[in-house]
């Protein structure tokens, strides 16, 4: 690996780059050009084995589920395989869980989940902040859509999914590296897409709640020839809100139009577009005198707003093309091509507490602003040829990969130099006089770019012996011109990772399995010498036990892992600004989750999880007493957190057609900064829910339906902190109105 910093040169165009776009460009017009031969020479219907279904249509890992029981996943292997048959743990939010929940974002879908931590503040432009096995989650490189990466650390993305546009959200617990290449130690979030449909779809929704929120949202699709061989779905939604944060707003424009090509059993080819635009609060950090600690000045209100709202804002808008193609040869071979081109930009106006000032008094703030402009492409590739075979009492699924993903973000604007360009404000009141003029000061250009070549192996032994092995090598390379200092330092990196699995299904249906996978995480940022950082490492070994019951609808997992994690970066205490890489940190663990749907309506999800995350070593660069954070728990991440999710729909008396949803929400005591010198309390949340199809009630109002939710039903007042602290969502109610036809 070799990391060089130099003056300005111009820059040239990557022959490797140039050669792999060149490659993926061929593979998907030789998709487009060969599959109508296919078509053309695919056996008569008469002549393909014949299926009777008898109880429904089979899950499938990236279709739709009823309830909330999903039994299949991709996200772990890439191949469609049961959850029992899976060696890591792993979390699957239903569509029609999220409809339970009347979820607005993917954090706060994740809220009844095992091992994450999700922050559901008073805003919810942005899906950042959520913490997994103690590690944060974030969007350049923890967000994949589809099974592919939705932006690296280049992009500056802070693009949020919209839930109502998905099937399903899946969370992999732990380093997978193997399977994804960069990736968040912690493990991902993978957002599975609707898809186009055969079947006639037709939904309206209207939606209005508190601060004024007011949504329209519809999804539309079905057949569009009588054999079903094209189909499309359109998803759309548009929402004006405020939130809990004076003069501030949340809007969105969602639209996401897909259409499906399948002439035959064998091939299917799916294009999809996505335009999202989103406005709201970028921030609304505090510190914790006045939030979680005592201040004597008293508590600082929920509503106060850092700075006035167009010094505080962001608007992001993003578009997406994307090519999802499968062809099976034969029953041996199969081939997958995924392909996906983003383009992102945005504005984000930022007033950030730094300090009290003077430091003795504590209701005069010296606010740090930020003014930054974005514009970053990201274009990703996934290219699968899978294997199926037997050799001996042995059965194989052989997937071969090659994937490479590149992502070049421009970051311009200024962050103001302390402390000329602070502006001082009252935080109570938050008022403040005019703002000194800063000039430009931050103008750097990022280049990602990640190339990966990895083989999996799973392997059935019997009838009850199910083994995994994954190998992967991965080159990175990060180049970054810094306009302002004139610089531009490059880094190339090479790495391979492993994974390696076993499950054993007994008689009685329980399924112990012992997992072992690793992680590499390309870090963007430099040291103050003008280093780059390298990346980051990690391992994990786990073991658990899933058990799904033969008579029943339900899935109950428990697991305990061992996550450790090196080459962690920290603020370089020396050169405010800049950042030193010589950490190491540690997460040990255990997760239960149990998701339940019984034929008399009763739909469940529970889960409980204890994390213990701390710092195992720390070089610091200052010699203050004290400095070190050596030992000390990572900062937000609670030991204890639980939630318990009820939906029960009537199917008899006077109450039929109604569903009824309660949900119970603990986070348990976290400290709240890297010394660990104050904690944040525990919380226990309320969350009601209740729908009604009113069709039930008279024949004229047929397949309507209405629902309310209540969020935080006792309205308790609570924060997140991570040095600063940011105020948890209060009391929200929702009105939903929706009609299908």
């Known amino acids: 690996?070799?990391?060089?910093?130099?003056?300005?040169?111009?820059?040239?165009?990557?022959?490797?780059?140039?050669?792999?776009?060149?490659?993926?460009?061929?593979?998907?017009?030789?998709?487009?050009?060969?599959?109508?031969?296919?078509?053309?020479?695919?056996?008569?219907?008469?002549?393909?084995?014949?299926?009777?279904?008898?109880?429904?249509?089979?899950?499938?890992?990236?279709?739709?589920?009823?309830?909330?029981?999903?039994?299949?996943?991709?996200?772990?292997?890439?191949?469609?395989?049961?959850?029992?048959?899976?060696?890591?743990?792993?979390?699957?939010?239903?569509?029609?869980?999220?409809?339970?929940?009347?979820?607005?974002?993917?954090?706060?879908?994740?809220?009844?989940?095992?091992?994450?931590?999700?922050?559901?503040?008073?805003?919810?432009?942005?899906?950042?902040?959520?913490?997994?096995?103690?590690f944060a989650l974030n969007n350049g490189g923890s967000f994949y859509r589809d099974g592919m990466l939705t932006a690296s650390n280049a992009s500056y993305s802070r693009y949020a999914p919209e839930p109502y546009g998905l099937e399903r959200i899946e969370l992999l617990h732990g380093p997978a590296s193997v399977m994804f290449g960069q990736n968040s130690p912690g493990g991902l979030i993978n957002v599975v897409s609707k898809k186009p449909t055969t079947t006639a779809l037709r939904e309206l929704q209207v939606q209005v709640g508190s601060f004024d929120r007011k949504q329209l949202a519809g999804d539309f699709g079905g057949a569009l020839d009588e054999g079903g061989v094209w189909s499309y779905r359109i998803t759309g939604l548009a929402r004006d809100a405020g939130t809990q944060v004076n003069a501030t707003v949340d809007r969105r424009l969602f639209l996401a139009p897909a259409i499906t090509w399948r002439p035959d059993e064998r091939t299917e080819w799916t294009g999809r577009f996505e335009y999202q635009r989103s406005e709201g609060l970028s921030n609304n950090l505090f510190p914790a005198s006045g939030t979680v600690t005592a201040n004597p000045n008293g508590p600082i209100p929920t509503s106060t707003a850092v700075g006035r709202a167009a010094d505080n804002s962001e608007r992001y808008e993003n578009w997406s093309l994307s090519s999802q193609f499968?062809?099976?040869?034969?029953?041996?071979?199969?081939?997958?091509?995924?392909?996906?081109?983003?383009?992102?930009?945005?504005?984000?106006?930022?007033?950030?507490?730094?300090?009290?000032?003077?430091?003795?008094?504590?209701?005069?703030?010296?606010?740090?602003?930020?003014?930054?402009?974005?514009?970053?492409?990201?274009?990703?590739?996934?290219?699968?040829?899978?294997?199926?075979?037997?050799?001996?009492?042995?059965?194989?699924?052989?997937?071969?990969?090659?994937?490479?993903?590149?992502?070049?973000?421009?970051?311009?604007?200024?962050?103001?130099?302390?402390?000329?360009?602070?502006?001082?404000?009252?935080?109570?009141?938050?008022?403040?006089?005019?703002?000194?003029?800063?000039a430009d000061n931050y103008n750097q250009r990022t280049v990602d770019e990640q190339v990966g070549l990895y083989l999996q192996d799973q392997l059935r032994i019997g009838e009850r012996w199910f083994l995994s092995a994954g190998l992967r090598h991965d080159r990175s390379r990060q180049t970054v011109n810094n306009a302002i200092a004139r610089t531009l330092s490059e880094r190339n990196d090479r790495a391979s990772t492993r994974n390696l699995g076993l499950v054993h299904e007994l008689e009685n249906g329980v399924s112990p399995y012992l997992s072992y996978t690793e992680s590499f995480t390309p870090t963007s940022g430099t040291t103050f010498d003008g280093s780059m950082l390298k990346p980051e490492r990690a391992k994990q070994y786990e073991a658990g036990v899933k058990y799904a019951p033969a008579d029943t609808n339900a899935l109950f997992t428990a697991a305990i892992f061992d996550l450790r994690r090196q080459n962690v970066a920290s603020a370089d205490l020396l050169h405010t600004g800049y950042t030193v890489q010589t950490g190491a940190a540690r997460s040990r663990g255990v997760e239960l989750e149990a998701k339940l749907g019984k034929d008399d309506g009763l739909s469940l999800t529970s889960s409980y999880s204890y994390t213990h995350a701390k710092v195992t070593s720390n070089t610091s660069t200052s010699s203050t007493p004290g400095s070190s954070t050596e030992g000390k728990a990572l900062p937000g991440a609670a030991k204890h957190s639980a939630g318990l999710l009820a939906d029960y729909g009537f199917a008899r008396g006077t109450l039929a057609g109604a569903h009824l949803s309660a949900g119970v929400r603990y986070i348990g005591r976290a400290y709240g900064n890297a010394l660990n010198t104050f904690e944040t309390p525990s919380v226990t949340l309320l969350d009601f829910g209740a729908r009604m199809d009113l069709g039930r009630l008279d024949a004229r109002w047929r397949n309507i339906e209405l629902a309310l939710k209540l969020n935080n039903v006792t309205d308790r007042v609570y924060a997140f902190c991570s040095e600063l602290c940011e105020y948890g969502a209060r009391r929200t109610g929702l009105v939903q109105l929706t009609t299908r036809w």
Do not use: C
């Open 1 to 134: 690996m070799t990391a060089t910093t130099r003056g300005k040169r111009p820059s040239f165009p990557s022959p490797l780059r140039q050669r792999l776009m060149v490659r993926s460009l061929r593979l998907a017009l030789l998709g487009v050009s060969v599959t109508p031969a296919w078509a053309q020479t695919a056996p008569a219907d008469d002549a393909l084995p014949q299926i009777t279904v008898t109880a429904g249509p089979e899950e499938k890992a990236t279709g739709p589920v009823h309830g909330f029981v999903a039994k299949r996943s991709a996200t772990a292997t890439k191949t469609d395989t049961p959850i029992t048959e899976t060696p890591q743990s792993v979390s699957v939010v239903t569509a029609d869980q999220i409809a339970a929940q009347q979820a607005r974002t993917v954090s706060e879908a994740l809220g009844y989940s095992s091992g994450v931590q999700v922050t559901t503040g008073a805003f919810a432009l942005a899906d950042t902040g959520s913490l997994l096995r103690g």
């Open 326 to 438: 499968s062809h099976q040869f034969s029953e041996l071979w199969s081939f997958r091509q995924n392909l996906r081109y983003t383009d992102y930009n945005g504005t984000r106006n930022s007033m950030r507490f730094a300090a009290f000032f003077p430091a003795t008094q504590s209701a005069t703030a010296a606010l740090q602003r930020w003014r930054l402009r974005t514009d970053s492409s990201t274009f990703t590739t996934d290219n699968q040829l899978q294997a199926d075979f037997n050799t001996g009492a042995l059965r194989h699924k052989v997937l071969m990969g090659l994937d490479y993903h590149r992502t070049a973000g421009t970051i311009a604007g200024y962050l103001s130099p302390a402390p000329a360009g602070y502006v001082l404000s009252n935080i109570y009141t938050t008022g403040y006089g005019q703002l000194p003029a800063v």
